[in-house]
């Protein structure tokens, strides 16, 4: 270690309060890291495609909207990271026309329209997705959020996450595929795990 002398007291308190604070931060993100890399190897049948096909209907496999079966997870091995892929990203970008631009893709023309984002995850296989973000809270079309607002519509993919460092278990995730606009009504069923 470096000595008080050739530092001096001021610079080895400095180095110490540093140390202390660098550890403090990389512990309270609270992520696991896994001596050993992700390395499986996965593929899907056409069974396998079929049966991740009717995840879409209501209430099937446990699923809960817009969570899949993540829940099962401990927090402490999801760890995904979003990054964006689209250029314009927010609601105001997406109601402007793009000069130079005559074609415009249906995540920008809907009344909720969409950016692309990148979803990874190095507990995952697999570990990168990309996957649809509303740019807006509301309808371009509405004047207020009171009776509609945009909503991401998702597609469930089984995927396989860490259960521990070294258990591996499947899971069914959610992955935003597009937005589309939702009025409010009462829910009559509190339990019902549509929202």
Not at 10 to 34: E, P
Not at 37 to 61: A, C
Not at 175 to 191: D, F, K, Q, S
Request: glycine share 4%; hydrophobic share 30%.
């Amino acid at each position: 270690m470096f000595s008080s002398e050739r530092l001096g007291i001021g610079a080895v308190t400095k180095m110490s309060i540093l140390l202390i604070l660098y550890l403090l931060s990389s512990t309270t993100a609270m992520v696991i890291r896994c001596n050993q890399p992700l390395s499986l190897t996965y593929s899907k049948n056409e069974q396998d495609i079929h049966k991740e096909s009717r995840y879409i209907l209501p209430h099937t496999h446990g699923i809960r909207h817009g969570v899949g079966t993540l829940y099962k997870i401990d927090k402490d091995f999801i760890n995904i990271q979003y990054t964006d892929y689209s250029e314009r990203t927010t609601c105001e970008e997406m109601k402007s026309p793009s000069p130079g631009r005559f074609h415009l893709t249906l995540a920008e023309s809907a009344s909720c329209p969409w950016y692309y984002r990148k979803n990874v995850d190095d507990n995952r296989v697999p570990r990168e997705f990309i996957e649809a973000k509303c740019a807006c809270r509301c309808s371009v079309n509405s004047r207020h959020c009171a009776v509609k607002t945009c909503r991401e519509v998702y597609r469930y993919v089984t995927v396989w996450r860490r259960l521990n460092c070294t258990h591996y278990v499947e899971v069914i995730e959610p992955i935003a595929v597009g937005c589309t606009e939702v009025r409010h009504h009462r829910r009559t069923n509190p339990y019902s795990l549509d929202e």
